[in-house]
């Protein structure tokens, strides 16, 4: 979805799915509808070196806008009762592989001088969650690791933002939701979630969109996190300064 919202603003887009049939079908409606060009590319982002392979077949595009929008997990998943492999491409695709292309991209952007990134993470991340343990764990690396980035990035004109998503009403909710009796009148559009994405990006490390039973705290929680980064991030510039005399 928040490929679909970037196109209103006329950005060409990589389009990245196991399924190339629904990448193309996908890619020739967004340029039909905004006349935008696109590329698709096939990756199953759970595979270890996914992410480095999104930078290499990249390396002959202006890219300057990578957005990270993978992670869901089914509902009602026990930790212990699921095998462990089910939980370790979980972590390659909530961690590794966003570690991978934010490492590869980010150098890019750096060099370009102007760029940005978006992690959408989710508010399953902000503490934890039984039967969504690696979800939970996965999602509170992406928050922790935008919001760090964010900071050491300053000054470089390259933008980070770590999105804290709620539960939004999307195909694949559903398909993992089905026959748990989920009322789905409590999820959220996802195309104002991600339009609150791109509005904020350059302006916030963190947004937390309120939600679950942290939802009349959540601008607290949001406005108590970026305090404490930007304290932190004044001690280390210190520190590093320290380290480079």
């Known amino acids: 979805m928040l490929c679909q919202t970037a196109c209103g603003y006329g950005i060409n887009l990589v389009l990245i799915s196991r399924r190339q049939e ?70 390659t695709m909530n961690a590794a592989n966003v570690l991978e292309a934010t490492h590869g991209f980010g150098n890019r952007f750096v060099k370009r001088g102007k760029a940005g990134i978006i992690v959408m993470s989710s508010g399953a991340g902000l503490g934890g969650q039984p039967w969504l343990v690696m979800y939970s764990a996965t999602k509170a690396f992406e928050l922790n690791f935008a919001e760090s980035l964010w900071a050491e990035l300053d000054g470089q004109n390259v933008d980070i933002l770590g999105m ?23 999820a959220y559009d996802p195309d104002d979630v991600c339009a609150l994405a791109l509005a904020s990006l350059g302006k916030e490390p963190l947004v937390l969109v309120p939600d679950g039973p942290d ?31």
Do not use: C
């Not at 996190?225 to 932190?232: E, N």
């Open 22 to 91: 629904a990448l193309d079908t996908l890619g020739k409606q967004l340029a039909s509808e905004h006349g935008i060009e696109f590329r698709t590319l096939v990756a199953d982002l759970t595979e270890q070196g996914a992410g480095a392979r999104l930078v290499e077949e990249t390396a002959d595009l202006d890219v300057g806008l990578y957005i990270s929008n993978a992670g869901a997990d089914g509902a009602g998943n026990s930790f212990l009762a699921s095998p462990v492999e089910r939980s370790l491409r979980l972590l």
């Open 164 to 186: 804290g998503a709620p539960i939004m009403d999307t195909p694949t909710l559903r398909k993992s939701t089905e026959g748990l009796g989920m009322d789905y009148s409590m």
């Open 215 to 245: 939802e009349a705290r959540i601008p607290q929680i949001q406005s108590d996190r970026k305090t404490r980064l930007l304290s932190l991030a004044e001690w280390g510039k210190s520190y590093t300064a320290t380290a480079d005399a």
